[in-house]
Every structure is written in C-alpha cells, then in structure tokens.
C-alpha cells in the first residue's frame, strides 16, 4: 500500500505569514500609498531619484509593516523598557557630541548617520503603555505623575536640539497613552484652561512685538521667525512668508476637480518651496483638488477610526493603549501638516503620512501599522 503525501500549495504555506494583516486598515493603507507615489512622481520630476527612493522608503516601510505584524504585544511588551532607555541614552549622547546642520544638533553618527529622536516615536507609547499595564488595577493619582516624568525627559531632550516637529509628536504620543490609562478630567482640565490662556496671551503679545521688531529672549530666532510668519505671512512675502503663501495659492488654484495630474503651475514651475516633503499637500491640492484633498481627508479618517477600532477590542491594557496612540498619531501628523500648509498653524518639520518624502518617518509609519496589524491579530486568534 502506498502512501501519497499531498505537497501544499504556496498559498497555505504563505497564508499564516499574512495572518496578522487586517484587511479595511490594509486596504486603505494600500490606497494612500498609491496617492503618494503618484504625487511623488508628479511633484518630484525634477528631484533625480525622488520618485525612486520614495517608492524604496514605502518598500521597507512595508518590510517593517510584515515583520512586526508577526510580533505579538507579548513580546513588544519586554522591548518596551531597553527600547526607551536607549533611545533617552541616544539623545543625550546627541546633546553632548551630536552632528549639527543648519543650525540644529539632531544627529548621531555611529558608523551611520542617525536621528535618535524618531525612536522616541514608537518607544514613548511603548514604555508609557507599559508603566499602565503594570499598574493596572491600582492606578493613583502618582502613578499619572510618574508618566508624565518618563514622558517630558525625551521631548525635553527634543526640544533643546532644537526639533519642535519631533517633539510636538512624541509629547502627542505620550499624551495620548495617559489619556487613555483613565486620567481624570480633573486633571486634564486645568492644564488646559492654563495652556489656553498662555497661548491667547503669547500671541497677543508676539504680534505686538512682530510688529515692533523688538527682539524676544524665550524662542530661537527661526522659532520667533515661524511665528511673526503665521500672525502676518505678507509682512515679508518673498522671505520668511513666501512658503506659506506660495501653499495657500497653488491650494486655491487647484479649484474642485484640480488643475490635472502633472499640470499644477505654482508645482512645476517650482514656487512651492519644499514641495516633496513639508509642503507636499499644496502640491497634492493644486492638481487634484477640493475633490482629491476630500479623497485624501477620507482616507485618513478611516484609517484612524479602523485604528481606533482595534484599540477598543484589544484584548490586554498594554495592546488597548498603545493602538490607540499609534492610531492618534496618524491624525496629528495629518492635521499639523494640512493646517502649516493652509496657515492656520506655525511651519514646523512634520510630513503627510504616505505622501511626503522621507525615509526615517516613513519607516516608523510602518511599524506602527505592523504592531496594529499585530494587536487585531491577537484579538482574531483570541476568538477561535
């Protein structure tokens, strides 16, 4: 009698590899890459490898999205804490012998030319989700206190580099994790009301002095430069208010249906400055419109609410917290960029997700994507 062994097919052999991919957040993911790219080659026709090396940055993003789809919280749970301390011992070490250009200290060769703080991105919620899941249970009002020391060491450390972009991402990151781990609005409320106030006051006070010229002692010149920029873009429209100008034109001229693929003028005949990376979105609204900046808009809101959705059906405190602070990261690097390119905040480095050029901050995109494939991954094999 003989035996015959059945040889499997390629697709049950691969099929436990794709296991952690959950399908509307894959999708949509798939759907705002192919925007970028196509934006990418339209806006960077003249930048050499631009298009090349974007498609390469959203390859290994995507290698990143597989490889940690397949790690389970668990295990993210034990790298939280080596992840943080090395990247707070990273920067430091940036602050004391870091590689500076155009006037800011971010960088760290060590053998490769890195940016320490963009591990901060992924370890802050790591480590913070981490402290909860310890203290789950028996939360006090100390335990919040704690979290918000182990937060404000990095983004201190950030901000004096100086990197406002970066730090204003991962105080967002932190934030949201303590905000989910239960802090009462009693809490919450008067930093707020506090935070509000000073924002009103400061800004009453530097359009005055904008408006003066009178030099200012807390911010960096670029910092001061930013700010009189946003109050009063036209107080120097071909220097310092040119970008945002520039953003806000080529916005409007798109109209509803967009001047077409490859046809935007204020694009191609480059008065967009920095129309590959911060101001990708005015270049996006040129050419494909009210509709096609909608579109967009659309597309990130369901991947957040898809983000959001997972978190709330995860199966531990660790995986509920840090999915929803991935997830919300998604809406701050959207709404930041959309709202310095319309003018309605202050320029700083923050990218479209999936849409502008970079490297480092596509690859982290990417991990955050594969530990929320991971987490709804968990949550499926839980239910079987």
């Known amino acids: 009698m003989s035996v015959v062994i059945k040889q499997s097919s390629w697709s049950k052999r691969l099929a436990p590899w794709f296991a952690g991919f959950d399908g509307p957040l894959m999708v949509v993911v798939i759907c705002l890459s192919i925007a970028g790219l196509a ?27 597989f490889i940690f789809a397949q790690v ?32 800011a200290q971010r960088w760290l060769n060590v053998g490769v030319v890195i940016q320490p703080s963009e591990i901060m991105k992924i370890g802050m919620p790591l480590m913070l989700a ?39 991402l991962v105080l967002a990151s932190g934030l949201f994790v303590i905000y989910f781990a239960g802090l009462s609005w009693r809490l919450i409320l008067p930093p707020i009301l506090i935070g509000a106030i000073g924002i009103v006051v400061l800004i009453v006070m530097e359009s005055t002095l904008c408006a003066k010229g009178v030099d200012w002692v807390v ?28 953003g806000m034109i080529a916005i409007g001229s798109g109209g509803v249906l967009g001047k077409g693929f490859m046809q935007g003028t204020q694009t191609h005949l480059e008065f ?16 494909f419109g009210l509709l096609g900046t909608t579109a967009l808009v659309i597309g990130l809101v369901f991947l957040i609410v898809r983000g959001l959705t997972i ?65 709804a991954r968990t949550k499926r094999l839980m239910q079987r």
Not at 229 to 237: C, F, G, K, S
Request: aromatic share 10%; proline share 6%.
């Open 39 to 65: 934006t990418m080659y339209s806006v960077g026709f003249d930048h050499g490898t631009r298009f090349v090396d974007h498609a390469r940055n959203m390859m290994i993003a995507g290698a990143a999205l």
């Open 72 to 103: 389970p919280p668990q295990r993210l749970l034990t790298i939280a804490v080596p992840l943080y301390t090395v990247g707070v011992a990273l920067l430091i070490a940036v602050a004391v012998f870091g590689l500076t250009k155009k006037g």
């Open 130 to 168: 981490w402290w909860f899941q310890r203290r789950e249970g028996q939360m006090r009002s100390l335990d919040f206190v704690v979290a918000s020391l182990i937060l404000l060491i990095p983004v201190g450390l950030i901000v004096t580099q100086p990197d406002l972009g970066t730090s204003l």
């Open 219 to 246: 911010l960096h010149e670029y910092q001061k430069q930013r700010v009189c920029t946003l109050l009063d873009p036209y107080q120097d429209p071909l220097g310092k208010g040119f970008h945002i100008i520039q």
């Open 272 to 287: 967009i400055p920095e129309r590959t990376t911060d101001f990708v979105y005015a270049a996006f609204g040129e050419e």
């Open 311 to 375: 978190a709330m059906e995860a199966p531990t405190l660790f995986s509920r917290l840090l999915a929803g602070s991935l997830t919300l990261n998604f809406f701050v690097y959207g709404f930041v960029n959309m709202g310095m390119v319309s003018g309605i905040l202050p320029v700083v480095g923050v990218p479209l997700p999936f849409i502008s050029y970079g490297g480092t901050a596509m690859v982290t995109l990417g991990v955050g994507l594969g530990i929320l494939m991971s987490i």
